[in-house]
DNA sequence: CTACCATCCTGGTTGC
DNA sequence: TGCAACCAGGATGGTA
């Protein structure tokens, strides 16, 4: 489920309600996730007060008072949802942290490809293996058509499969990239190391525009998703191609003529989705 | 390097 | 209605 729009919209919705409120108790119900979580966590977090929560790539980081760190990945299906106490426990609800003030973050991962881990302080976070060799933030003034330029020299990947490499630009997933590529009118399939100034000059504008967009409109809701408040986000009826194979792209008349419309082939055992009218 | 594959896991959808 | 196959927003480690 979520990339970098989905983790943007969980993560302001979480800074919002949480920054300042204080950890009453801590459940761990369930620790063995991709990475196994640390069962320390609710002592740990006892009696310690939220100060920030922000983003890191498609990571949430939770900073306490006594500055630790929090780091949680959502994986596939991972969700954080507020909601008060009495509310029914679910099935896939592995953490719950209930504050001083009767409300409650759960972590509900169906598919427990998520990570949930604990560090001393941002240095160490920094430093923590996860975070370690994540790539530069797209929607920061590192992403640069000549940034891109000198990360793709000399390398023969497809552009797909380098846009969903998490080292070189962080965030990114299945969705926004095909999404970027079309608006950017770059084939998937085009080899990184080929690809002209001017591309990567139009590349940079669309992968920005596509997630600012999905931002506003609070992400992407195909199944599991949603926000923190419950609500679902609505940016999954403006796909372009993503999802949309033999319909019209958002931009001609393909469907009608000989292209058939959207595209889709499997690129390194993932679904990818492309306008061949549009994108070249 | 690179492409490709399987793996982790559950649940929803599709097709017989 | 049952059941099996297939599919899914991610990340990683192995293979050739």
């Not at 990570?115 to 996860?130: E, F, I, P, R, T």
């Amino acid at each position: 489920m979520p990339e970098l729009p989905e983790v943007e919209t969980t993560v302001r919705g979480l800074a919002a309600a949480l920054t300042g409120a204080t950890v009453q108790r801590v459940q761990l119900r369930r620790a063995d996730l991709r990475l196994p979580m640390p069962k320390n966590l609710p002592q740990c977090l006892q009696g310690k007060t939220v100060r920030q929560i922000s983003r890191r790539a498609k990571y949430i980081t939770i900073t306490f008072g006594d500055g630790r760190v929090m780091l949680l990945h959502l994986g596939m299906s991972g969700r954080l949802v507020l909601s008060k106490a009495d509310k029914k426990i679910e099935k896939h609800d592995h953490v719950i942290v209930t504050f001083a003030d009767g409300r409650q973050l759960r972590f509900n991962d169906p598919r427990r490809f998520g990570m949930v881990d604990l560090v001393k302080n941002s240095q160490a976070l920094a430093s923590h293996k996860q975070l370690k060799h994540v790539g530069i933030e797209p929607l920061s003034d590192q992403l640069t058509a000549a940034r891109l330029a000198a990360l793709f020299k000399g390398r023969r990947t497809t552009i797909k499969a380098a846009l969903l490499d998490q080292r070189l630009i962080a965030g990114l997933g299945n969705i926004y990239v095909a999404e970027a590529l079309f608006w950017a009118g770059i084939s998937p399939k085009r080899r990184t190391g080929g690809l002209k100034a001017g591309e990567l000059g139009k590349l940079v504008p669309a992968i920005q525009k596509v997630l600012r967009a999905a931002i506003k409109a609070g992400g992407s809701s195909l199944r599991d998703y949603v926000h923190t408040d419950g609500r679902l986000g609505y940016f999954q009826n403006k796909f372009a191609v993503y999802d949309r194979a033999g319909q019209a792209c958002r931009r001609c008349d393909c469907a009608i003529e000989k292209t058939g419309g959207v595209q889709r082939f499997v690129q390194g055992g993932r679904s990818t989705f492309w306008c061949p009218r549009r994108q070249t």
